[in-house]
């Protein structure tokens, strides 16, 4: 499936012809997801294959605005954001995933930026600093993101900006239908295959739920499911 080269993976077969699969998973964002598709619009690249909107059964505009902006919309089978996404990455054609929310924008050179750097770092996975939008706190998750999570040893890839080849997402068995789904994704993957982050800001995402909850909430909801995860294994 993988083999070794100098240290770093390279995928079973050669990529000379990369192509990327966007996922989104989608419940009534009708309010996001028409930005976050714009600027998936704007992409500089001919590597982006798709852009796929897995709908949660969604009360809203959310599937009519997708389908407007070209993506193609699928019905999530099952329930959860860890269901959508392995939905989308089942459907899609791409041979690299990027697995976005609804309420990310990303930068036009997104997709050729990331191909580029995990070509020559060698990494089955990465993602790569972010924005946080919102209050003034959101930046404090920002930065916990941009410079924490880089740093431990079995890097953390958020859900909202996952870039994954189809080979080491398939060997990792997908996101597991667990709280912070993301967290335990990228552990899994992370023991079997070099992850990393690409330092430089290609991504906007919206700081909703600490506007919402405050940053304490949201950094005690984020503990609290990662603590749960962690006992119901055991």
Do not use: K
Not at 162 to 169: D, G, I, L, N, Y
Not at 227 to 233: E, N, T, Y
């Amino acid at each position: 499936m993988r083999r070794a080269r100098g240290g770093e993976w390279v995928p079973e077969g050669i990529d000379r012809d990369p192509s990327v699969s966007v996922v989104i998973p989608a419940r009534n964002e009708s309010e996001y997801i028409g930005e976050t598709l714009e600027s998936l619009a704007a992409a500089d690249t001919e590597r982006l294959e798709e852009v796929l909107v897995v709908d949660g059964d969604s009360t809203d505009d959310t599937a009519a605005i997708a389908r407007e902006r070209g993506a193609t919309v699928l019905s999530q089978s099952g329930r959860g954001i860890a269901d959508a996404r392995n939905r989308g990455a089942t459907m899609a054609t791409g041979s690299w995933l990027a697995f976005l929310d609804a309420d990310t924008v990303v930068h036009p050179s997104y997709v050729p930026t990331m191909l580029a750097f995990v070509e020559r770092s060698g990494l089955a996975a990465a993602s790569c600093y972010c924005r946080i939008t919102g209050p003034v706190r959101a930046r404090v998750m920002q930065t916990t993101i941009n410079r924490l999570f880089p740093r431990l040893d079995r890097p953390v890839l958020p859900g909202f900006n996952t870039f994954v080849h189809r080979e080491a997402f398939d060997a990792a068995d997908g996101f597991p239908d667990v709280p912070n789904e993301d967290t335990a994704f990228s552990r899994r993957l992370a023991a079997e295959f070099p992850t990393g982050y690409c330092p430089v800001t290609l991504v906007e995402s919206s700081g909703r739920r600490i506007a919402s909850d405050g940053l304490t909430g949201t950094l005690y909801h984020y503990v609290r499911l990662d603590v749960g995860r962690v006992c119901a294994a055991r």
